[in-house]
């Protein structure tokens, strides 16, 4: 191949980078939103607390306190006029049967009529050879705590522990 050819192909490729480069530069755009297109004020983190109450976790690294003098108050509530979309659910278990399947279920308690309670959301988990498992769950659609109710849950069979749940989700205007 000739050198002048190489020296021309190169001198026109170069030209034409940098005339693409020119037109479509790249820009910076500072955004109000973070994740699943939310501010992140929105977000939040409950973990489970004890008993079947779960407490907000903050950006800071601290956590809602439960106030056991006030046990219809004592951990997160959606606030007014607003609803907690759920999704993402982690839990962990140990303690059970090897090979035994565990099912969490969660649920949406009503606060007026505490018999009143849903269930719109369960996994399952096998155990592993020493009885203790764990799921990580993205939810496709997910589902709504409104400001009337409060997350619950059981876990069935049972016979062992709970060792973590973790809820993930976001608040949005209760239309």
């Not at 509530?77 to 399947?101: A, E, F, K």
Request: aromatic letters at 8%; charged letters at 15%; proline letters at 6%.
């Amino acid at each position: 191949m000739k050198p002048w050819l190489i020296l021309s192909v190169v001198v026109w490729l170069s030209a034409h980078w940098a005339a693409a480069w020119a037109v479509s530069p790249v820009r910076l755009v500072a955004s109000s939103t973070g994740h699943l297109g939310r501010n992140p004020s929105d977000q939040v983190v409950l973990q489970w607390a004890g008993g079947t109450e779960f407490v907000a976790l903050f950006p800071d690294g601290t956590q809602q306190r439960p106030d056991p003098t006030n046990l219809h108050h004592c951990c997160y509530r959606v606030p007014d006029n607003r609803v907690l979309v759920i999704t993402d659910v982690d839990w962990s278990y140990s303690g059970g049967r090897p090979g035994q399947t565990q099912r969490l279920r969660l649920s949406v308690n009503n606060l007026a009529r505490p018999t009143l309670r849903t269930f719109p959301y369960q996994t399952v988990l096998t155990l592993d050879e020493s009885g203790q498992g764990g799921s990580s769950q993205s939810l496709t659609s997910g589902f709504v705590l409104s400001s009337k109710a409060r997350l619950g849950f059981d876990v069935i069979p049972g016979g062992g522990t709970v060792q973590a749940i973790v809820v993930r989700g976001y608040l949005a205007l209760d239309r």
